[in-house]
């Protein structure tokens, strides 16, 4: 068990933000009781907040904040406000995770930069290893070939398929659950994040950023939502699988984050969904016995 403590930097935002990273830290401190890790949240204003507060949007002392973490977490889907604070950050790669109902999950990485496609590699072929074996590679060049083929041989036993772009669409639609870690270039990968996510009703996304150094950022695939805000009927799933996708990739807390990523799941099918946010926040915790995975077996059965 683990006995680790974290920093994470939390920007709530406006709109939804504050009602839905609410939850995530009520299933943060759920989960790190359960797996044995602390979690100290920093909870710092950044977007409209600070403006209201301090007259820009990113103040010196959330900056520091940010630099000082061990993750980022955001209430919303990536933009031109946060685009200026990942320029802090030395991220290399983007993640989406797309949870299905039940117990099946895929992970789509690609490389923010051409000097970015080694590490991004290594980081796939790591996470597959660690995941359900197999690895997919869509519309990697001959250019990136040779690197791919090298890490292949050093994750001997990994199940690697290689796909064209237009060979990988259908199945990432119909049948996602035969892909486990998929590998593409960066002009594909929002492409492939939306065919794979296109069934919104049986499908929860979250994003990444990741670093090679800390931190590495995250959040969900919603916006702000200001329509939605102060009602209390905002759907949590996308900010709680982003929350998992945090412990895993940003904290290495892996069992954990199979624990609240499992729950999201067992929590999303259409007939269990809860009309108000603390309502299915509350249905994804009460699933948290039920998913727990412990440190050795976190690793969920492949659906199909």
Same mark, same amino acid.
């Given at each position: 068990?683990?006995?680790?403590?974290?920093?994470?930097?939390?920007?709530?935002?406006?709109?939804?933000?504050?009602?839905?990273?609410?939850?995530?830290?009520?299933?943060?401190?759920?989960?790190?009781?359960?797996?044995? =890790?602390?979690?100290?949240? *920093?909870?710092?204003?950044? !977007? $409209? &907040? %600070? +403006?209201?507060?301090?007259?820009? /949007? =990113?103040?010196?002392?959330? *900056?520091?904040?940010?630099? !000082? $973490? &061990? %993750? +980022?977490?955001?209430?919303?889907? /990536?933009?031109?406000?946060?685009?200026?604070?990942?320029?802090?950050?030395?991220?290399?790669?983007?993640?989406?995770?797309?949870?299905?109902?039940?117990?099946?999950?895929?992970?789509?990485?690609?490389?923010?930069?051409?000097?970015?496609?080694?590490?991004?590699?290594?980081?796939?072929?790591?996470?597959?290893?660690?995941?359900?074996?197999?690895?997919?590679?869509?519309?990697?060049?001959?250019?990136?070939?040779?690197?791919?083929?090298?890490?292949?041989?050093?994750?001997?036993?990994?199940?690697?398929?290689?796909?064209?772009?237009?060979?990988?669409?259908?199945?990432?639609?119909?049948?996602?659950?035969?892909?486990?870690?998929?590998?593409?270039?960066?002009?594909?990968?929002?492409?492939?994040?939306?065919?794979?996510?296109?069934?919104?009703?049986?499908?929860?996304?979250?994003?990444?950023?990741?670093?090679?150094?800390?931190?590495?950022?995250?959040?969900?695939?919603?916006?702000?939502?200001?329509?939605?805000?102060?009602?209390?009927?905002?759907?949590?799933?996308?900010?709680?699988?982003?929350?998992?996708?945090?412990?895993?990739?940003?904290?290495?807390?892996?069992?954990?984050?199979?624990?609240?990523?499992?729950?999201?799941?067992?929590?999303?099918?259409?007939?269990?969904?809860?009309?108000?946010?603390?309502?299915?926040?509350?249905?994804?915790?009460?699933?948290?016995?039920?998913?727990?995975?412990?440190?050795?077996?976190?690793?969920?059965?492949?659906?199909?």
């Amino acid at each position: 068990m683990s006995q680790n403590a974290y920093t994470v930097v939390c920007l709530a935002r406006h709109g939804i933000g504050p009602e839905v990273m609410g939850e995530a830290s009520r299933a943060l401190t759920a989960v790190s009781l359960q797996h044995g =890790f602390h979690v100290d949240e *920093r909870h710092v204003p950044f !977007g $409209a &907040d %600070a +403006v209201t507060r301090f007259g820009r /949007s =990113f103040p010196l002392s959330s *900056r520091s904040a940010l630099l !000082g $973490a &061990d %993750a +980022v977490l955001v209430a919303a889907k /990536s933009d031109a406000v946060l685009t200026s604070l990942e320029a802090d950050l030395d991220l290399r790669t983007s993640i989406v995770r797309v949870r299905f109902d039940g117990r099946a999950e895929l992970s789509i990485l690609a490389p923010l930069g051409a000097d970015g496609w080694e590490w991004t590699l290594e980081r796939a072929f790591t996470l597959a290893r660690e995941s359900r074996g197999r690895i997919t590679l869509v519309g990697v060049d001959e250019s990136w070939a040779n690197e791919a083929a090298r890490f292949e041989q050093q994750h001997d036993g990994l199940e690697v398929e290689r796909m064209t772009p237009q060979e990988a669409m259908r199945p990432l639609i119909f049948t996602p659950e035969r892909f486990d870690v998929v590998v593409c270039p960066p002009e594909l990968s929002r492409t492939a994040a939306e065919v794979a996510a296109s069934l919104a009703d049986s499908r929860t996304v979250a994003w990444g950023r990741l670093a090679p150094t800390a931190p590495s950022i995250f959040g969900p695939a919603h916006g702000v939502a200001d329509t939605l805000a102060g009602h209390g009927v905002a759907d949590p799933s996308s900010m709680l699988l982003a929350a998992a996708l945090m412990l895993a990739e940003g904290l290495g807390e892996r069992s954990g984050a199979a624990t609240l990523s499992g729950a999201v799941g067992l929590a999303g099918g259409d007939d269990a969904r809860r009309p108000s946010t603390r309502g299915h926040a509350d249905l994804v915790l009460s699933q948290l016995p039920v998913a727990a995975a412990n440190a050795e077996f976190y690793r969920e059965e492949a659906c199909g």
